[in-house]
């Protein structure tokens, strides 16, 4: 995701934009974005049925997990990673 969102940085900018409106909304039955992240979860869940992540793990924040974290990354492109010791 994260080369995505480099790749793309209008789509990240609608994004951000778009979370600025989710606070206070509801969701609504036929609403297109509820339907991609729970395709989304439902791949998370294969995975862990196929042995490949740990099911312990809830596949909701599986996703928020990896998603932020492209998100952050492609929002600080000037981040310099100091080598540990």
Same mark, same amino acid.
């Given at each position: 995701m994260?080369?995505?969102?480099? !790749?793309?940085? #209008?789509h990240y900018r609608l994004i951000a934009w778009g979370r600025l409106e989710l606070p206070g909304t509801t969701a609504v039955a036929d609403d297109p974005a509820q339907a991609v992240l729970a395709r989304k979860i439902d791949q998370i869940r294969q995975v862990q049925q196929a042995g490949q992540?740990?099911? !312990?793990? #809830?596949?909701a924040d599986v996703g928020v997990t990896f998603t932020t974290g492209d998100i952050l990354h492609a929002d600080h492109d000037g981040v310099v990673l100091l080598p540990t010791t």
């Open positions: 994260f080369d995505y969102f480099v !790749a793309r940085p #209008d992540l740990d099911p !312990a793990w #809830d596949p």
